[in-house]
């Protein structure tokens, strides 16, 4: 793959589709849109193939100045190419989902998933600091229009609040870029990985930073834009919503706060762990009382993402690699209760829970892939949440057991409110004519979902498929970061010799 732009042509193959999306029919649209997603997804299948495990920390490179020390660079590590392949995969099935479910303005809104999909990656991929920001603040555009204008009754009201919210945390994101571009003379992220800024200027970075990624998320308390914009979104703005442009808070921890800033992401670590304590304990309880399906996924999103952001802060190896798997395996699933919900509104044009039940009878094929869906979500072993979740909690139970209790009641909440869901769905008795006329899958609908599902049982079964490209990445981070570790309070158990700490030097 030397010098073959594989990253360019990734970004250029969207790019170009969406232009032309715009001159053509609304089946053509559709047609090209697919065609172009299922392009990206064949070059994702070579990058994942050509991707050497164990080789140089940066594949791909692509370097290109333009001007004034800003330059077209890209490159991507282990955790870059996992988002990418999670973006490229969930893609396609967006374009499908929207097959007969939007019929007005096709064209238009064609051109922005493929736009959201060419910012999604390009924010992965991304090696320079300002076309990262880019990138990543670019993303909001797409999605506020496909909210906006493809949304539901209350649409302009969510996306307004999507995007002042996720704004507003970026200027400030903006000017902490300003300043570490000026104190390390460069924009170039690899470079600036290595950079040890001063320790006093490490906490007000760190909160400029936090300010963004945080909404992105999202955190609680600035998670209230999220319930709002799934509810208002078409079911494939909520799959790709769900499924990658959360994950880009956990990326920017991840690329960002944690290796640039070790001192303060240590010293802040009880802020973090803190507030994602709230939030799955807290969102967890909310989305037990709602009566609309969408809005129950939506609060449990909140409550996974708040898995990820205690493990990415753990400062070891089970918590970084819990965290990213957990991204992972949320983007599936979550993307996944979403088509399933999107599904029955396309038949009976609802989303209120008490209007469903009894599906099991007539709708068997549905059932069987919401129940496998609704155990992922659970965190089932033998499905991806599961490994995502059993390391990042294993990696926090080294930082603080309290921390870990708290946050491993939202799992058994999880189980609560998913399982109640399905039982008022699925089962029980059919309770309208309406309800008992609905068809079960059809094809369109199953070659949508058997993917995920295919997906969602290669992760918890295989997890070394996944665990592996980022392996060598997460022991650079820790070999970076070890000198922050922050001080657990798990003691020796009474009578045994409390164990040296583990050196991540020889971690494999």
């Known amino acids: 793959m030397s010098g073959f732009p594989i990253l360019s042509i990734m970004l250029a193959v969207p790019a170009f589709a969406a232009v032309a999306c715009l001159f053509l029919s609304a089946r053509n649209a559709r047609w090209l849109a697919l065609a172009a997603t299922l392009v990206d997804l064949l070059l994702g299948v070579v990058l994942w193939a050509s991707f050497r495990i164990g080789g140089p920390q940066w594949q791909f490179v692509e370097s290109m100045p333009i001007a004034g020390g800003f330059g077209w660079s890209l490159g991507i590590d282990g955790f870059a190419l996992l988002l990418i392949e999670l973006s490229v995969f969930l893609m396609p099935i967006c374009v499908g989902a929207s097959w007969t479910a939007i019929e007005k303005r096709v064209p238009e809104y064609m051109a922005a998933f493929l736009l959201t999909e060419l910012l999604m990656i390009g924010t992965f991929a991304a090696q320079d600091l300002f076309l990262f920001y880019v990138f990543f603040e670019g993303g909001l555009i797409p999605m506020f229009l496909i909210i906006g204008i493809w ?53 007000w970075l760190w909160l400029a930073f936090f300010a963004s990624f945080a909404v992105k998320m999202p955190m609680w308390p600035v998670h209230t834009w999220l319930p709002d914009a799934h509810v208002q979104a078409p079911t494939a703005g909520s799959v790709i919503l769900a499924g990658v ?205 058997a993917p995920i599902a295919a997906a969602v049982l290669w992760m918890g079964v295989y997890p070394e498929s996944f665990l592996a490209p980022m392996r060598g990445d997460v022991k650079i981070l820790l070999d970076r970061i070890d000198r922050a570790e922050p001080k657990g309070d798990a003691a020796p158990t009474p009578g045994k010799v409390a164990a040296a700490p583990p050196h991540h030097g020889g971690a494999k």
């Open 151 to 203: 949304g539901g009754a209350n649409r302009i009201y969510a996306s307004y609040k999507f995007f002042l919210y996720t704004l507003l945390g970026s200027v400030l994101m903006l000017v902490a870029m300003l300043w570490m571009a000026n104190e390390a003379g460069t924009t170039y992220i690899p470079t600036l990985l290595n950079h040890d800024f001063p320790v006093w200027a490490q906490t």
């Open 245 to 449: 442009l959360l994950k880009l808070g956990g990326y920017g921890f991840l690329r960002f706060s944690v290796p640039m800033f070790p001192e303060a992401s240590s010293s802040l670590v009880w802020l973090v762990f803190g507030l994602s304590a709230v939030a799955v304990i807290y969102t967890s309880l909310v989305a037990l009382v709602q009566s609309d399906m969408k809005k129950l996924i939506a609060y449990s999103s909140v409550a996974h993402m708040a898995i990820v952001t205690i493990g990415l802060f753990c400062f070891n190896r089970q918590g970084i690699e819990g965290g990213m798997m957990v991204m992972l395996g949320h983007g599936l699933v979550s993307g996944a209760l979403f088509l399933c919900v999107g599904i029955i509104y396309d038949r009976l044009h609802t989303r209120e829970i008490d209007r469903y039940g009894g599906l099991a009878i007539n709708m068997p094929r549905y059932a069987t892939l919401f129940m496998l869906f609704t155990m992922a979500s659970v965190g089932l072993p033998g499905t991806s949440n599961f490994v995502g979740e059993f390391l990042s909690l294993a990696g926090t139970y080294k930082v603080s057991t309290t921390i870990t209790l708290l946050c491993t009641t939202g799992i058994i909440l999880g189980a609560a409110y998913m399982l109640y869901l399905y039982r008022r769905v699925v089962f029980g008795e059919i309770k309208s004519d309406d309800v008992r006329a609905m068809p079960d899958l059809n094809t369109r609908e199953l070659w949508l979902l």
